[in-house]
């Protein structure tokens, strides 16, 4: 049972339900993104493909990604993708065109590595703000652009996990040895959680989470914004398998992943990146079942890396979309995409591959509904 104090924390000030309150009590309404939830029981969801491997294509050099606000920039910027929405944002607006145009229907900000903490190796940590505002503008306009009341196209603010890791030490002799505090983490995701929110987004994408502490603290800061703002979005968490032992890299299988970061009661959790379609199968079948009161989503990799390869992995569009077209003919997903190595023929082919399939049911929580009986 808990406590008077414990209760009292998962209630705003404003009276409004925490985004951490407890399981059985009702999620409050969404104030953006209202139409995915439903469209989720309707059909499997198309979410977009790397937006990094769109740009290593336009072999842009030092100086577009400089642009002329940063020509005499201290430090190297090639590289630093996320920064293309201020000096490139046409190039960030065609790329997220195409895959719109692929059959997309969400398309995630050019924002995976937009927090200070990651843009201090660029020296740009004063810039994240805005970077992310920019970011979600772009998405918004594209996304604005492709929408029909039939169909609706949506922006997913991406959160990415931060170069840093609040669980694991940074050198083998020293094990207690931390490079980013939880704290540090919470503010870096607040700030850009407020750039994307102010820029447009319709809901948050907590992704390729390595270290579910990181991830922690990201929740964390979208519940503090959340209750600030008197926003609701929907929250997607998506984790990555390092290896064939099925675990993220702090440790977790992937059901621990889930019952760590279940609280933040997500709309949708599931896995992206790693080791492509082939490997992550048992991984994403572990989880549609642990994980029964919620949508599952899945991007994975176009297979393991390959520099010979135009894209920088193994699978060809046909490849991606006939693993995934399988998942979803077993039952496994609600929404499907790509992550690294992806381009938008892959995600025309998924599109295609999983349009015949019903979405993964989600099963009543038997747990939630006796608590509040």
């Known amino acids: 049972m808990p406590t008077a104090h414990a209760t009292a924390r998962h209630i705003s000030k404003g009276g409004r339900a925490s985004y951490n309150a407890p399981m059985n009590r009702p999620a409050p309404a969404y104030t953006r993104g ?7 029981q309707e059909r499997i969801v198309i979410i977009d493909g790397a937006m990094g491997t769109m ?29 293309l929405s201020l000096t490139r944002p046409d190039a960030v607006a065609a790329i997220h065109a195409a895959y719109l145009e692929a059959g997309a229907d969400i398309i995630e900000t050019n924002t995976f590595g937009a927090t200070s903490i990651a843009q201090e190796d660029y020296g740009l940590a004063a810039l994240a703000r805005e970077i992310n505002v920019a970011a979600a503008r772009i998405a918004r306009a ?10 609706p196209r949506f922006v997913a603010g991406a959160i990415g996990p931060t170069p840093r890791t609040a669980s694991l030490s ?6 207690g040895a931390r490079n980013v505090s939880f704290e540090q983490l919470r503010h870096a995701y607040r700030e850009q959680a407020d750039g994307l929110l102010e820029g447009g987004c319709d809901l948050f994408l907590v992704e390729t989470i ?30 990555t398998v390092t290896d064939a032992s099925g675990r993220i890299l702090s440790g977790q299988t992937v059901a621990a992943f889930w019952h760590s970061v279940r609280h933040a009661r997500p709309l949708a959790v599931g896995l992206n990146c790693a080791l ?3 490997v992550m199968r048992p991984y994403i079948e572990e989880l549609a079942k642990v994980a029964g009161d919620t949508f599952i989503s899945c991007y994975p990799n176009a297979g393991l890396p390959n520099p010979m390869s135009d894209t920088g992995f ?8 006939r693993l995934l077209g399988e998942f979803a003919g077993a039952g496994f997903l609600n929404l499907a995409g790509g992550c690294c190595g992806t381009t938008p023929a892959h995600i025309a082919e998924i599109a295609r591959r999983v349009s015949p399939y019903r979405p993964r049911q989600r099963h009543e929580p038997i747990f939630t509904r006796m608590l509040a009986a």
């Open 210 to 239: 390595f270290d579910t502490l990181n991830a922690k603290a990201a929740i964390f800061a979208l519940d503090e914004l959340m209750e600030a703002s008197g926003e609701r979005l929907p929250v997607i968490i998506s984790g």
């Open 170 to 175: 940074p050198d083998v002799s020293d094990p």
């Open 314 to 321: 193994d699978e060809t569009p046909e490849v991606t979309g």
């Open 34 to 40: 209202a139409a995915l939830a439903p469209l989720l």
């Open 55 to 83: 740009i290593q294509g336009l072999k842009l050099d030092e100086a577009a990604f400089r642009g002329a606000r940063l020509r005499d920039h201290p430090k190297d910027l090639k590289g630093n993708n996320d920064l």
């Open 142 to 151: 594209q996304a604005d652009r492709f929408s029909t009341p039939e169909r």
């Open 276 to 278: 492509g379609a082939a």
